[in-house]
């Protein structure tokens, strides 16, 4: 348990959602919207439980896939008119009734903050554990002057005298809702069915994590800044010193579909950008390996034209790849391995950086310390092409 109270986080998401169609399992920079707020989290100390309460199959099964429980609403608190707090109400009663589980504290989570990180749920748990305060929310500062139309059409400032124009050093800090983060004592919130009672205590986040996604617009941006932030993240869990990359091929070069012809024959698409990534790597000399278990001779045929070492039909990989590793004088904790499927498990636990493709099996994403934006065969082994050049300072 995260710390000596019981704390469970609560993310309502419906699936009706008029501004964006299916907003909430909407894929930004390679995962669905809610599977950034079920990981931070789950990587969150002070969290005992995560619970996604949705009226919907598939944002259940996503939720689910990334580690979150589910407790199903009815469709009486679905509608669009129908508040959060009626949502976190009836997953308190759920669990109650059925478990006998009663919280101390409740943290409230909004899915469409993907900016929002473990660090700024974890502060404002914080907030109201250090304080003693009854009900905290993140907040960001605000600086900016607000206004109003009065009843005879004159503009009025709100948070400001209109007449006396101050400094920003001059005005008292004001702050903005972030929309995303609220904690609450169970009890208190159960007694007044509303996430602001008693005394309401802030935790700061810095402006840059304070984003909310309402419409179209909102999402591209959105798009824009976490690819941004994914992508650096993801170059700084990159080993130090890389040692060798290896690749699973089916579902990694290829989208993992096959084609049959009449014959019996078989072929498979391949993303020719992944071929021009890899011949860069080559350049710059990583030992660069394909580890198949396919038995299909299109795996050797497509790695002697990229001019790539491959081992295929191979059916303990793991052992394998210990001993190609081992013949080069390889650390394993040196190599990146880039897998999708759950024959790649093993090998994945051994080295120092496993990699997922984005629509990879959920055990593969589980023990992936990344997860790639691109799925096999749309340009995932380009993305981690350009991953490395950055991390060693070749790429743009």
């Known amino acids: 348990m995260g710390s000596d109270k019981d704390i469970l986080a609560i993310i309502p998401a419906r699936g009706g959602s008029k501004g964006i169609p299916r907003k909430n399992i909407k894929h930004l920079a390679g995962k669905p919207l809610i599977a950034y707020t079920i990981e931070h989290a789950l990587k969150s100390e002070r969290i005992d439980r995560v619970v996604v309460s949705t009226d919907d199959p598939e944002i259940a099964s996503v939720s689910s896939s990334y580690g979150a429980e589910v407790v199903w609403r009815p469709e009486a608190i679905s509608g669009d008119m129908v508040s959060s707090e009626s949502a976190l109400l009836h997953v308190l009663e759920h669990l109650s009734q059925k478990e006998s589980y009663e919280p101390e504290l ?45 009843k005879n059409g004159d503009a009025t400032g709100i948070n400001h005298d209109k007449n006396i124009r101050l400094l920003r050093q001059q005005r008292s800090p004001q702050y903005l809702e972030a929309g995303a983060v609220y904690v609450m004592c ?33 999402f591209q941006i959105a798009q824009i800044l976490v690819s941004d932030r994914e992508k650096h993240l993801r170059i700084q869990k990159l080993p130090e010193v890389i040692g060798a990359v290896v690749f699973d091929f089916d579902g990694v070069f290829t989208d993992n579909k096959v084609i049959v012809f009449e014959n019996g024959s078989e072929a498979v698409i391949c993303n020719r950008s992944d071929g021009l ?4 790597l080559k350049n710059i000399g990583f030992p660069l390996l394909v580890l198949s278990s396919e038995k299909n001779s299109v795996v050797q045929k497509r790695c002697n034209k990229l001019g790539i070492e491959c081992i295929n039909s191979a059916e303990d990989k793991v052992s394998i790849l210990l001993q190609w590793l081992n013949k080069h004088n390889i650390a394993p904790a040196t190599v990146v391995f880039i897998a999708n499927d759950i024959n790649d498990i093993e090998c994945m636990k051994v080295i120092g950086c496993p990699i997922a493709v984005s629509d990879a099996h959920p055990s593969i994403r589980s023990v992936a310390q990344i997860v790639l934006e691109m799925s096999g065969g749309e340009g995932a082994v380009r993305e981690v092409v350009d991953l490395i050049l950055k991390k060693v300072g070749k790429g743009t």
């Open 106 to 150: 409740i943290v409230f989570l909004q899915c469409t903050a993907p900016l929002i990180n473990t660090q700024d749920i974890t502060g404002t748990i914080n907030a109201i554990l250090e304080t003693g305060a009854d009900t905290a929310l993140a907040v960001t500062n605000f600086h900016y002057f607000l206004w109003q139309e009065d």
């Open 186 to 218: 169970c009890k208190g919130f159960k007694k007044n069915k509303h996430r602001f009672f008693g005394r309401t205590v802030m935790h700061v986040i810095p402006r840059e994590r304070c984003f909310e996604i309402d419409d179209m617009v909102d």
């Open 277 to 280: 990534g890899l011949s860069l």
